[in-house]
Nanobody
């Protein structure tokens, strides 16, 4: 059974930092593209950052220069370092692992972790 578990969410002040982790069991993260998404109340779930199986990264414009995604394949974990946090970063953050090989697509989600940015 595949399971993705996010951790590291919590309360931060504007300008502060948080580091999120997503650890997988049942799959090898190194073979997946892993994305961090976030969803604020009343909003759709949007991509924040992603890292491919060859370690290419991509970021939403709103977080470029502030967030960094990385992976540790030995720990089967992907991280999201969030610096200079803003109130608009408040959301539930989700980890997603995706693999597409030929016509087979595998897509897994974590349960989410809440990030609140407030004075």
């Amino acid at each position: 059974q595949v399971q993705l578990v996010e951790s590291g969410g919590g309360l931060a002040q504007p300008g502060g930092s948080l580091s999120l982790s997503c650890t997988a069991s049942g799959i090898s993260f190194s073979r997946y593209r892993v994305g961090w998404y976030r969803q604020a109340p009343g909003n759709q779930r949007d991509l924040v950052a992603e890292i491919t199986s060859v370690d290419s990264t991509n970021y939403a414009d709103s977080v470029k220069g502030r967030f960094t995604v990385s992976r540790d394949n030995a720990k089967n974990t992907v991280y999201l370092q969030m610096n200079n946090l803003k109130p608009e970063d408040t959301a539930v953050y989700y980890c997603n692992a995706r693999q597409e090989i030929s016509t087979t697509r595998r897509d897994y989600w974590g349960q989410g972790t809440l990030v609140t940015v407030s004075p």
